[in-house]
């Protein structure tokens, strides 16, 4: 997209200071973190300002800022390729995300299976069962087993050995690597619940990230992993997920995680290496829990927990404490009334 097109998505962007004539390319947008060659950031408040300047990354992006961060609009020319200001960054991010689906993700064939024109790579190893769709640009590899009702969509890749059970929906974009197994019911890469609120409408931010399933994951039946919102959601080689658990957009699962059934990750948690979650327990948004980390059923995890953490409760807190509280709040409520 060339970035004179903006203006045209959401015309209250204002132009303060141009990109050089070899650098009108936005190749995407892109979270802080995982910026990318020629892409589009958004700077809403102070910490995301001062996070993007004092940082030493050699890309530089197109951004997008708050007009109200005004002061510190001089220091974002010497980081950036082209500067625009928003009175409502929240607003404009909602209308530029969508400019990009409609670009990257509308254009793809939803309705032909792709192995009628030849789109599709299936691997003749590959076992596919009778109601299978596969989308454009489809690459199946050796020995993967699709059953019956499965939707595979546009540019998804499926590695060696991965087998996807009944009725699973897997959405455009999404990587799922070797001896993979998706159990049956289970979605991966829809949209999140992605919304940003103003004049009593919920905006919709567009989904582009897609979502990577590394090595020797096992997914349980009727579970979510939702895309990523500019990145994709990632869920590390040999981890493991129940039945009924929800994985939101931007999550960062680590290696050999454990999560029970019923458990919620909310949007952008990154959940540590062999990180243990019991059942029905909720992560906030945005919390990092550290590696080896043990978090009891039921839990409510809203700050960010260290390395080989055990907790328990809501909120949660050190898996002893909560403990000895529960045992407290039992005797108390035992006690005859009136001593």
Not at 39 to 53: A, P, Q, S, T
């Amino acid at each position: 997209m060339n970035y004179n097109l903006l203006a045209k998505f959401d015309d209250s962007l204002e132009l303060v200071c141009a990109a050089p004539s070899s650098c009108e390319t936005i190749s995407t947008i892109s979270d802080l973190d995982f910026m990318q060659e020629d892409c589009i950031v958004f700077l809403g408040d102070k910490k995301y300002l001062e996070k993007f300047i004092s940082q030493t990354s050699n890309i530089k992006p197109h951004v997008v800022v708050a007009k109200k961060l005004g002061a510190g609009i001089d220091e974002l020319k010497k980081k950036s390729l082209s500067v625009w200001s928003s009175e409502k960054p929240h607003v404009s991010i909602t209308k530029i995300s969508k400019a990009f689906f409609q670009e990257k993700i509308e254009g793809l064939n939803y309705w032909h299976d792709s192995r009628q024109n030849g789109e599709a790579q299936v691997d003749p190893t590959s076992f596919i069962a009778q109601g299978v769709f596969l989308g454009e640009g489809v690459r199946i590899g050796a020995n993967v087993k699709v059953h019956a009702g499965c939707v595979i969509s546009a540019k998804c890749e499926i590695e060696e050995g991965s087998e996807i059970f009944p009725n699973c929906t897997i959405y455009p974009f999404t990587k799922i690597g070797k001896n993979v197994r998706i159990h049956a019911g289970t979605t991966i890469s829809a949209d999140c619940f992605g919304y940003n609120f103003d004049g009593g409408v919920h905006h919709k931010i567009w989904h582009l990230g897609g979502v990577v399933i590394e090595d020797d994951v096992e997914i349980g039946a009727n579970s979510c992993v939702d895309a990523g919102t500019f990145y994709a959601t990632t869920i590390g080689a040999g981890s493991k997920i129940d039945n009924h658990v929800q994985v939101g957009h931007n999550c960062l699962i680590g290696r050999g995680v454990i999560m029970c059934g019923q458990v919620a990750i909310a949007g952008s948690a990154r959940i540590g290496d062999f990180t243990v979650i019991g059942g029905k327990a909720a992560v906030g948004n945005g919390v990092h829990v550290g590696s080896a980390c043990q978090i009891a059923g039921n839990a409510m995890v809203t700050a960010n927990l260290e390395d080989k953490a055990t907790v328990g409760g809501h909120p949660a807190r050190p898996l002893n404490e909560w403990l000895k509280g529960v045992a407290w709040l039992r005797t108390q409520s035992l006690k005859p009334r009136g001593k």
